[in-house]
């Protein structure tokens, strides 16, 4: 969504809609208002001095028989115009301090930056009451004092948002290119940390004008004969039980003029801050698409059983009928691009999708039980005991401020009731079932302390305090260092021989799901679009797609004289399926067929399963690919 | 195109007690036309290495010379980098033409419409069509950005390109296509490079040379055929064998060191080691053979040993003929 659209959006909310209106009065009151009133608030009429309100005088008169209620519309200008004045001043002090560690360099920088966050320390009202008596009592005391108060805020602001902009690669370009200090500044830094700190100044904006009437309102902004807002309260409060009006008028005129600011900024923010996609379900999304076939082969042994399992997020749906066996001690993996829906798959398996996402399946059984109906209460002891989750990122799987023993313990002890002394031993124990060396201690330590390998081992040995039938691992290895990989592999397969645990794995490496599993599912813009045996992987493969996706990324064996499988255009849109063959885009076989008609999962009758119209056929691109892959084997060989 | 040389460099940051040493003393010379892989993983100062060069990273100590003078310390060098993640490496607010443009060094072409030409130039050699010049990064697919990162290389007519981790942020479909781009354009313009990547596959279809890091320290350098066929360092041999190959193998295949060393952790680079770093995680090393204490105190120098494999138990070069002479790599191997 470009922003213009973004902005447009934001004015159809209601909130940003009543911010603009009044946003829009307020600004044009304070241009028309002194042209068209400013003679009638002036005029004065000693015969009606202190009057209170009436039809005449809809707030009353002053001591000297002028018009309240004129007064403060006349006043808007100049509490408008004092307080944008000192806003202004505000940012551009902030901006100047914000942004100077970026061009004095790292010694200067730190400076600048201890003398903002001292004075980020103080209160910005007492701030600006300070500077307002050095500056002396007047408006143009007043301005730079709340400027100043304004600035330490605004600058530390700038000096966060501007020094994660410059910690990103395309500034380092931009410097090795030669782009001076300056010219990066107003290049790359500060067109990308703009809409932040507009939307900052226009709250910062609606904070002064208060700041404004409250410093007039002590007699130390506006003096006399000029009036702002703060000053007509300050006279209307002395006689408020007369004439309450004459106080209540400007006041609310305070109010309405700072929440315009305020909510033109609220809303703004909203504007420019992440949002999260919204938007209702479809009632046929759930319905379109052949179904899924079933697979009925062997169901009597299985763990795991899905058909047509479908998630979607609004009107999205990422995985579009996924249907699929795993027996006891199988290991099967999923392999696909980013976006293709593969570790829905997996969190749907393990009913980890949040909300507002959907979940819906013909059938998903887990050894035996339909997770579906199962009701909620009973459903964590169930997985929490039977399944075992690891995930890419062993670091954000654990909690920080935990240890790690504790942490294992606590599976045991909620899901088997076990006590506090037999669950820690039981964690020291899988600790060391997963080979961390020093399990004992290593037990009492924090998960900083553990290697990304040795966290991803105890996440296992996590899984482990059950009795874990089923493991689903996703992507565990990605975020590993080659060796280590194999290491957790390698325990992942040791883990799986030793109790006959079945194992689904996620990666985008079908080089890893290859080594590791039985059977491999090619999974490609929701759907499964292959399904056989890893054995069969490198020769038996029929879908263009699997094939492509093992020439696309060289091996040890990779002709290097030869160029890599290319495949062209990007990626499916998960937003946006075809009516076709989603892959047909990207197919060297694809025909107008393959655009029409999505092709069905079908049983090709050597064991595997595979949805393509011209499954096993070989085009001119491919047979190049295909050559590659037999001087591969060759090369193997040598 | 020139020769780019590390001499002894040492990266240490921070003071103190908090000090790390990222790049500890290595020599290293991409040689002119050829690309050199540095392979290691995350950790052993390899991309340190890259910023060093660039300049985005101070060394504290050694110097990195290019056709045997040093780099200025300040504003443009003749290197340019390519990074790894190509959604932060463009700025989202310019239109990738401007990114391309920023690059191109001042008076390299005349004019505006020079500048223009020479962006759609970039643009066909990295093929992508001239008139995509316009577009935001946002409109742009992953590979399709990679691609104008390394346009915006080529920009600035550097006599050595950095490239850090390029494919490892893509797609597995679009990763051949930017390796692929990288042969054709090393071949064509006959640029030097240093490609780092932590994968040895892709750093085999690519690379003339091969250095492997460690912990702050080249542990092997040499031809990449010499490298790949006959490893030397036993780091080596383990990237090796945990690299892709095609076909199967048995689970208990996956992981063949010995018990001892099996569930070593990685170290640390903050405390690393004494003597050579490997060896608590060595097959080869003094966990495994009792007899060699000699790798706890005393670090390995690669001098006159194959491929200049920096351990104890390499063969020496005067073992073999077709060895490397120390001090820098041999001619092109395909001259």
């Known amino acids: ?638 | 195109m020139s020769e780019l040389a590390f001499e002894d460099v040492t990266v240490r940051f921070g003071n103190g007690r908090r000090a790390m040493t990222a790049v500890d003393g290595v020599s290293l010379t991409v040689p002119s036309g050829a690309v050199v892989g540095l392979v290691g993983e995350s950790g052993s100062g390899k991309s340190t290495l890259a910023r060093a060069a660039v300049g985005l990273t101070p060394v504290s100590g050694g110097r990195i010379l290019l056709d045997g003078r040093p780099l200025r310390p300040r504003g443009r060098r003749p290197l340019q980098m390519v990074f790894q993640d190509p959604y932060s490496s463009l700025d989202p607010r310019m239109t990738i033409g401007s990114s391309i443009a920023e690059a191109i060094p001042r008076g390299a072409v005349p004019g505006a419409a020079g500048r223009r030409d020479e962006v759609a130039r970039l643009l066909e050699l990295v093929d992508l069509p001239a008139d995509r010049a316009g577009c935001y990064p946002a409109e742009l697919s992953g590979g399709q950005r990679q691609r104008v990162a390394l346009a915006r290389a080529l920009a600035g007519r550097p006599d050595v390109v950095i490239a850090d981790e390029i494919t490892s942020a893509l797609d597995v479909s679009i990763q051949g296509t930017v390796l692929n781009l990288v042969r054709d354009l090393h071949r064509s313009l006959r640029l030097s490079m240093l490609f780092i990547t932590h994968d040895l596959a892709v750093v085999r279809y690519v690379s003339d040379y091969i250095a492997v890091m460690y912990l702050g320290r080249i542990v092997e350098y040499g031809p990449a055929e010499s490298v790949l066929q006959d490893p030397q360092h036993p780091y080596t041999r383990e990237l090796l064998a945990a690299a892709r190959r095609p076909g199967r193998s048995a689970p208990a295949d996956l992981d063949t060191a010995p018990a001892q060393v099996a569930d070593a952790e990685p170290a640390d680079p903050h405390h690393p080691p004494s003597g050579c770093r490997f060896h608590p995680r060595c097959p080869a090393g003094p966990l495994v053979h009792a007899d060699r204490a000699v790798c706890r105190d005393a670090a390995p120098t690669g001098d006159g040993r194959r491929n200049r494999a920096a351990c104890h138990f390499a063969d020496r070069a005067a073992d073999r003929a077709d060895t490397p002479p120390p001090g820098g790599p041999p001619g092109d191997p395909r001259s």
């Open chain 1, 1 to 638: 969504m470009t922003s213009r659209a973004r902005w447009a959006g934001v004015l159809r909310t209601p909130v940003g809609a009543a911010a603009a209106v009044l946003l829009g009065a307020v600004l044009l009151l304070a241009v028309l208002a002194p042209l068209l009133w400013g003679g009638r608030a002036d005029e004065v009429d000693t015969a009606r001095i202190l009057q209170p309100a009436s039809a005449q005088h809809w707030a009353g008169t002053d001591n000297l028989g002028r018009d309240i209620f004129f007064r403060v519309l006349v006043a808007t200008r100049t509490s408008v115009q004092l307080a944008l004045l000192a806003t202004a001043l505000g940012v551009a002090v902030g901006l100047l301090l914000g942004t100077a560690p970026l061009l004095l360099g790292p010694r200067l920088g730190r400076l600048v930056t201890a003398a903002v966050n001292i004075a980020v320390a103080f209160p910005g009202l007492l701030l600006a009451l300070s500077f307002a008596v050095i500056f002396g009592a007047g408006a143009s005391g007043a301005v730079p004092a709340i400027g100043l108060a304004i600035a330490p805020g605004f600058a530390r602001l700038t000096q966060t948002l501007s020094a994660t902009v410059a910690g990103r690669d395309f500034v380092a370009a931009a410097r090795i290119a030669g782009v001076g200090r300056f010219r990066v500044l107003l290049r790359h830094v500060l067109p990308n940390i703009a809409e932040p700190l507009l939307v900052n100044a226009t709250m910062a904006a609606g904070g002064s004008l208060l700041a404004f009437a409250g410093l007039s309102f002590l007699g130390l902004g506006v003096q006399a004969p000029g009036y702002d807002w703060g000053r007509l309260l300050g006279e209307g409060l002395n006689g408020i039980y007369l004439n309450p009006a004459a106080a209540l008028v400007p006041g609310v005129a305070v109010v309405l003029a700072g929440l315009a600011f305020n909510l033109v900024g609220e809303a703004a923010a909203k504007a420019v801050g992440p949002r999260t996609p919204t938007g209702t379900v479809r009632g046929d999304s759930f319905e379109d698409g052949p179904p899924a076939p079933v697979d009925r082969t062997g169901q009597s042994e299985a763990v795991l059983v899905v058909e047509d399992l479908k998630v979607s997020f609004g009107t999205v749906t990422p995985v579009r009928g996924v249907g699929f066996t795993l027996r006891r001690g199988e290991a099967v993996g999923i392999v696909g691009e980013s976006g293709s829906g593969k570790s829905l798959t997996a969190l749907a398996v393990a009913q980890l999708i949040e909300q507002p996402g959907r979940v819906a399946a013909r059938r998903l059984d887990f050894l035996g039980d339909d997770l579906l109906r199962t009701p909620p209460r009973a459903r964590p002891r169930l997985l929490g005991t039977s399944l075992a989750m690891v995930f890419q990122d062993p670091t954000t799987s654990f909690n920080p401020v935990q240890r790690i023993g504790r942490q294992l313990a606590e599976v045991a002890e909620q899901h088997l009731g076990d006590r506090r002394g037999p669950a820690l031993a039981r964690a020291v124990d899988r600790l060391r079932a997963v080979r961390i060396p020093g399990a004992a201690r290593r037990a009492r330590q924090f998960p900083h302390e553990f290697s990304g390998g040795m966290r991803q081992r105890a996440m296992i040995g996590m899984g482990l305090m059950g009795e874990p039938k089923l493991i689903i691992a996703d992507e565990p290895t990605t975020a590993l260092d080659v060796t280590v990989q194999r290491q957790v592999l390698a325990l992942l397969a040791a883990v799986r021989a030793a109790d006959d645990v079945a194992m689904l794995l996620i990666s985008h490496d079908i080089g890893v799901v290859e080594q590791v599993c039985d059977r491999v599912l090619v999974m490609y813009a929701g759907r499964i679009v292959e399904d056989l045996p890893a054995a069969q992987l490198r020769d038996g493969a029929r879908h263009p797609y699997t094939r492509a996706l093992l020439g696309a990324v060289p091996d040890l064996a990779t002709d290097r004289d030869q160029p890599l499988v290319v495949i062209p255009g990007r990626p499916a849109d998960p937003a946006a399926p075809p009516p076709g063959c989603a892959f047909a885009p990207r197919c060297p076989l694809a025909d107008d067929h393959c655009v029409r008609a999505d092709p069905a999962l079908l049983d090709d009758g050597l064991g595997g399963r595979v949805a393509c119209w011209h499954a096993g056929e070989l085009p001119e691109p491919v047979r190049a690919g295909a050559a590659v892959l037999s001087a591969a084997t060759e090369g193997e060989g040598r």
